[in-house]
């Protein structure tokens, strides 16, 4: 089991998706979704241009990593194929399938493009959880003992130590006020931030 943070520089609701009964990650991260593992936690902390900076967003503890054909095909997560029917179905993140050539194909109208194909299929994987919690505009402060856990740069930081972890994950689950969505998500989807979001950004690594 790891523990790995990163910052999270955009907060739609999309990377990750909160929505439901799951919360998932299948967008962005490339490395950390890669490499993850059944039991891990996943962790970000808003960035400096979201609402309350450092503050814990979410946390979620990895039940299941499926491919991206695996999630395209599950009828679990057929509503989070996008479509413009509601703002919440339009933050569908199960944007990536194949055609009848073995080529990635987007959805026409999700959050990410064409532009972010070898960003996003490099990490493989979709990464999903029933026990979570997101905060989003309602992030709350990480106690300065976890410090240590969490990233401060581009990249992300990952965790091996149990007992760190385990301590972390006790005391969420005291302080927050029940698991799932909590709050909603920090910014509003419009126009300018769809464009801002398109723009691919490296996924640098930082192990520990």
């Not at 799951?22 to 970000?44: F, M, Q, S, W, Y």
């Not at 054909?69 to 029917?85: G, M, N, T, V």
């Not at 026990?131 to 856990?149: H, N």
Request: a negative charge.
């Amino acid at each position: 089991m790891k523990l790995s943070a990163y910052i999270v520089k955009f907060d739609f609701g999309f990377a990750p998706n909160p929505y439901g009964h799951h919360c998932t990650l299948a967008c962005c991260k490339p490395t950390i979704r890669r490499n993850a593992e059944v039991g891990d936690i996943i962790v970000g902390i808003a960035a400096s241009r979201l609402e309350r900076p450092g503050h814990l967003i979410f946390a979620m503890r990895v039940k299941e990593v499926l491919s991206f054909k695996e999630y395209w095909a599950d009828p679990r997560f057929a509503s989070r194929i996008p479509s413009l029917a509601t703002p919440v179905s339009r933050l569908g993140d199960n944007i990536w399938h194949c055609n009848a050539k073995g080529e990635w194909q987007v959805v026409p109208g999700a959050i990410h493009d064409e532009s972010s194909l070898e960003h996003d299929t490099s990490g493989e994987n979709a990464l999903v959880a029933t026990e979570f919690f997101y905060f989003g505009r309602e992030a709350i402060p990480v106690p300065r003992k976890f410090s240590q856990l969490l990233a401060s740069t581009q990249g992300h930081k990952n965790t091996h130590d149990t007992h760190k972890i385990d301590a972390f994950w006790d005391w969420l689950s005291r302080t927050a006020s029940k698991g799932g969505r909590i709050g909603d998500p920090s910014e509003v989807l419009d126009d300018e931030s769809l464009c801002r979001c398109r723009e691919i950004e490296g996924d640098d690594i930082l192990e520990t």
